[in-house]
């Protein structure tokens, strides 16, 4: 069961937007991204909900001694059980209309996220990915994970119907009660082709704009493996043809908090 940092308080009015920051063994980079999302300039108040998932690093004691920001709640689970999990239980605090996932590491600039959240803001569109390959791919286009990511993006497209060029982005804008209808429930990575996948299923068109993107190596912190190449595809193909994957969709968080075990939002005071 998570349990959350008491001395963080909560706005006494709802955030505009929600950011999700899952957070496993990122303590060289977690502090910098917190305070490079609270700088970016949004139109609307935000909130940063922090999700500790088990970190073995020190990360938990980074956040821990956090200043006390307004706007920041942190939750730790005590065990690891990985991005998509730790998703979920964010999931149930959201209080914003809108909201979009930002990594713990600096491989994304948060600086592009308000171009993501006009469109979904003033209802042209319901989600918008910010694709790391629709731009200047030249940095990068010769590692490993670039083709894998296009390959991957191009079976997804496929078995889906969608013309995307970057399924498994960390952003992914979309509005608040659209993300609680896809009823998700992969513990790990895989998450990413399980939310484009049912969106797909629901009918719903995904705008891209493009995004900076910095890619880091294994040996600088990068938590994807190869194998994670194979989850990927079996997620895709389970939630595009598993009869039953995709029940409930349609119903506003049907079974999300009896699926966590987790207590409703806490109640938090300064």
Known sequence: MPRTRPDIARHSRAPGLSIIIPVFNERETIRRVLSKVRSVNFPVETELIVVDDGS????DEVLRNLPKWDNVRVFFKEDNEGK???IQTALLHVRGNVLVIQDADEE???NELPALFEPVHRGETEVCYGSRFSGD??????????WA???????????NGQRLTDMNTCYKMMRSDLARRLNLVSRGF?????ITT????????????????DPRSTAEGKKVRAWDFFRYLVAMIRFRFRRGANKGIDHPGAGLGKRLAVPPPAKYSA
């Open 56 to 59: 073995t690093d020190g990360s």
């Open 84 to 86: 998509g999990s730790a």
């Open 137 to 146: 791919v030249r940095r990068f286009r010769f590692r490993p994970t670039y």
């Open 149 to 159: 990511n296009r390959v991957l993006t191009g079976i997804c497209n496929l078995l």
């Open 108 to 110: 994304l600039d948060p």
């Open 190 to 194: 895989e998450i990413e082709p399980e």
């Open 198 to 213: 049912k969106l797909a299923h629901m009918g719903v068109k995904i705008t891209e704009r493009p995004i900076r993107y």
